[in-house]
């Protein structure tokens, strides 16, 4: 049940729900009629809903036809009606038309005679007023006509004055004509014509300087190297009275040839042909004199009298600035060949040549502030192509010739009044580059110098010989030069070839600073700064590359030794011949010191290592040949053999460096000492390696036999360091560099422990070398063997079991090292 009435409220709610939205639609624009629709469809209860609208219909339909069943007779009878106005409009046409015709029967001979009359009068008078006007026409075509044959011979600045008048004069008095009209239309016409015309040609001449730039900037630059070399030539001799022409001077050598390009002249050239004239080898042509500037003048004559003139410049300086970057864009291969460089220098000197002489020589066509933004962009794009392209050149002589190029064009350009210290200061970051080029190249100088030479200290057979080293290398000795010939300097040839060489990197560095604006100070700090480089870092390398070949001998190593001690000695030269050039003294503040002195003695001091490393590589190698017998009953009568030929070794070694030039061994100290201090180092090397073969972990016991033949060895090392193989030991010092050996080997081979043991730890102690660890060590092996082997008895005197006495001897060691280590 209460389904069922749930049911019917449902139905009922529908019902309305369906009855207003019938309502809104016959009461709403069928524009807006979706939003209603789309409600219907939302909900369930459509197909109802069309039912209900399918009656709505029907009934409208079947007000529609009541309605017009009940207005059908009043629509017939107006039907009837009108038939009836038709008949009698038809009637009164047919009337007014009869009457018309008779009319004009009656009256076409007076119309006639009436017409005749009056073309008789408007002739009469039209031939009056022909005459009359063709009087007022005929200066207009005349004009037209002398207008015309001006735009035929191109005389387009007379022209436009003709253009004018007949503008502003004639025309307004027969301005209702047709054919004045057609002129009237026609003169913006030729405006344009005489702007197109005049426009063509500024392009003409733009093409033309565009392609000639590189001319115009060769002349300019010619004219500034002959203005340089004149300067030079006036400060050598200031008598002569010469002046240098300001630019001023040459601008007004410009006004004749200004005068004669002017707007009047109608001669329209662009550039003037000079590639076939002859040209004085003395005196170049002015770089204005190649540029005829008349199209210009010309061109912004008339725009400026056609009110255009803003138009003009603004079209000239935009064509212009295109023009710029074409020119500061440079070939990709401008960095393989100085001509390629000089091409691009000519283009942009030639560009702002002409720019300049349009700035001096006409009103506003370009300012100051439109030269100084293309300068500004020309130098940063300039100088970034520069600092590009140098970066990839590795030859120091081009980078010379690509300075000197820039100078040259920073010069030109510094005459038109351009400001150039940013060249000069990226000439500045490209010396450093160059610097690094130079070093480069005398890398190679020196490596070729050093792998060439013989090591050998120089001979001279003669007194010329003899001044030609003494004249390439600063070197006096008085004892040498009394010796008779033939005779031989200590160092060899690469010391006076380095000391040239580096004279000449000297002069190198120079030659890049001339003409840079420097100050002597700043000149001396960077050839300083430089050469310091050179000597720090590529000489010494190269010294550094020789003295660690492989290959390289003893002899060899004391002869660099020998010439580094010589081009040391060597550097106050250096140093005053760069005073001499520079012309500041070394004391001067801020002056940069050759650091040549610390160069060589780097370099000696390697050599002198290497030997040493040597030395010690060779007993290294001799005492792997030796071959202990560890458990040997007896030892032999005399020392081992590959310890008598490592002695025979060291004494032909250091015999070396007895035997060096006679005015070296006598005067120079320096190898005296490297001769003692490798003697030293080879003999305490040598006492280290017997001490360790000695001691090592692969030896585990040790009979006196070998103890004893040991002992034999050193004594055998002893000997020769008593003998004095290299002079200038004092007395018994060699021998020292074997103290911890002999005083270990005399601890073992006499027994005398009572005396080590009570006197440890004093300064006077006999065995004051030995420490307890070593001994102790020593002292396990022996034991061992003991064991095994009577070994002591021949040192069985106030003991009776040497066992014990062994046991006894290490239980005191051992506490001797606690108590140290505590």
Known sequence: MERGKMAEAESLETAAEHERILREIESTD???????????????????????????????????EKMCNFHYQGFVDSITELLKV????????????????????????LVIAMEELKQCRLQQRNISATVDKLMLCLPVLEMYSKLKEQMKTKRHYPALKTLEHLEHTYLPQVSHYRFCKVMVDNIPKLREEIKDVSM????????????????IGETAMKQAQQQRNLDNIISQQPRIGSRKKSKKDAYTSLDTEIESTS?????DSGILDVEDEEEDEEVVPGAQELVDFSPVYRCLHIYSVLGARETFENYYRKQRRKQARLVLQPPSNMHETLDGYRKYFNQIVGFFVVE?????????????????????????KTIAALRTHSSYCSDPDLVLDLKNLIVLFADTLQVYGFPVNQLFDMLLDIRDQYSDTLLKKWAGVFRNILDSDNYSPIPVSSEELYKKVVGQFPFQDTELEKQP??????????????YNQIKEFIYACLKFSEDLHLSSTEVDDMIRKSTNLLLTRTLSSSLQNVIKRKNVGLTELVQIIINTTHLEKSCKYLEEFITNITNVLPETVHTTKLYGTTTFKDARHAAEEEIYTNLNQKIDQFLQLADYDWMAGDSGSRASDYLMDLIAFLRSTFAVFTH??????????????????ACMSACKHLATSLMQLLLEADVRQLSLGALQQFNLDVQECEQFARSGPVPGFQEDTLQLAFIDLRQ???????????????????????????NPVTALALLEKMKDTSRKNNVFAQFRKNERDKQKLIDTVAKQLRGLINSHHS
């Open 30 to 64: 069928t524009a807006c009629i979706g939003p209603t629709l789309r409600s219907v469809y939302d909900g369930e209860e459509h197909g109802r809903f069309m039912e209900k609208l399918e009656s709505r219909i029907r009934n409208h339909d079947r007000e529609i």
């Open 86 to 109: 038709r008949g009698e409009a038809h009637r009164l046409k047919n009337q007014v038309t009869d009457t018309n015709r008779k009319l004009q029967h009656e009256g076409k001979e």
């Open 200 to 215: 063509s040609d500024l392009k003409d001449f733009l093409e033309s300087i565009r392609k000639h730039s590189d001319k």
């Open 263 to 267: 707007p009047k002249s109608e001669q």
């Open 356 to 380: 300049d002489h349009i700035l001096h020589t006409t009103q506003g066509l370009v300012n100051r502030a439109y030269i100084d933004e293309l300068w500004e962009m020309a130098l940063s």
């Open 485 to 498: 010939f033939p005779k031989k300097f200590p160092f060899s040839e690469f010391v006076p070839k380095v």
């Open 660 to 677: 060096l030039p006679g005015n070296v061994s006598a005067h120079s100290t320096m190898s005296g000492k490297v001769a003692q201090t």
């Open 744 to 770: 270990l080997l005399d601890l073992f081979t006499q027994w005398d422990w009572s005396t080590y043991l009570a006197d440890y730890g004093q300064p006077t102690c006999k065995y004051l070398r030995v």
